[in-house]
Nanobody, 121 residues
């Protein structure tokens, strides 16, 4: 079974830091782009950060300079280092990966189950 498992969410005070991790498991041939999104109740899911297979990154304006996305291709993992957290960063964070599978060859978009980040002011 192919799935993404996230970890690292929790409660932190404003100005603090958290590191989210996301691991892919299953018979994955290779991973394309990876990303982190967040979603508040009643709102659309929004992009936080993405990283391509060659390491290029892009960030939401609201997190530039505070968050850093990185990846470990060998481990099929993506990370989000979040510094200088603000109350408005409180959300459920979801990781996303585009993966290639064999037998049969196909492309899948995978989503994690979500991890809650709560920033207290």
């Amino acid at each position: 079974q192919v799935q993404l498992v996230e970890s690292g969410g929790g409660l932190v005070q404003a100005g603090g830091s958290l590191r989210l991790s996301c691991a892919a498991s299953g018979s994955i041939y290779s991973v394309n782009d990876m990303g982190w999104y967040r979603q508040a109740p009643g709102k659309q899911r929004e992009l936080v950060a993405r990283i391509t297979s060659d390491g290029s990154t892009n960030y939401a304006d609201s997190v530039k300079g505070r968050f850093t996305i990185s990846r470990d291709n060998a481990k099929k993992m993506v990370y989000l280092q979040m510094n200088s957290l603000k109350a408005e960063d409180t959300d459920v964070y979801y990781c996303n990966m585009g993966v290639y599978m064999l037998s049969p060859y196909r492309y899948l978009e995978l989503w994690g189950q979500g991890t809650l980040v709560t920033v207290s002011s």
